[in-house]
């Protein structure tokens, strides 16, 4: 059990690598943890949560042994963090369906337009504590 909320994302995907990156950058409290989904941490917290350990197509959020996925979690990260990106919450007054059929596009299309890795990121010395 972490005290922390845990931020799970593909891993070798270059957009979730720069959102991870964006969230690090606006998070200087330090509150977020991460792993990738493809790592043996993220695998366990998928198993321990019941969650599929193949479809690395959402962005997870995992606060309070609660689980929010898709533009929920997005949306509960960017209100979050410092600045104004809290103010992406009002997206929260659109219908779940609707937010996540723009999600899914977007994580369908993720390889593609923003391109790929082939292997996981390896956080910095100064990072390290912050992922699993």
């Not at 197509?57 to 979050?80: E, H, R």
């Not at 410092?82 to 369906?97: E, M, R």
Request: net charge positive.
């Amino acid at each position: 059990m972490y005290s922390k909320p845990i931020i799970l994302f593909d891993g070798i995907c270059n957009l979730c690598n720069g959102a991870v990156q964006f969230v690090i950058r606006h998070d200087p409290d330090e509150i977020f943890l991460f792993a990738s989904l493809q790592s043996e941490a993220g695998q366990q917290l998928l198993k321990q949560y019941n969650l599929p350990s193949t479809d690395f197509g959402s962005f997870i959020l995992l606060q309070d042994n609660k689980i929010y996925t898709k533009s929920s979690g997005a949306l509960k990260v960017a209100k979050q963090i410092k600045g104004a990106w809290s103010c992406l919450s009002i997206f929260t007054i659109v219908p779940k369906f609707i937010r996540d059929a723009v999600y899914t596009s977007i994580a369908k299309n993720r390889y593609r337009w923003f391109g790929k890795k082939d292997s996981c990121i390896i956080p910095t010395p100064e990072l390290k504590a912050r992922f699993l």
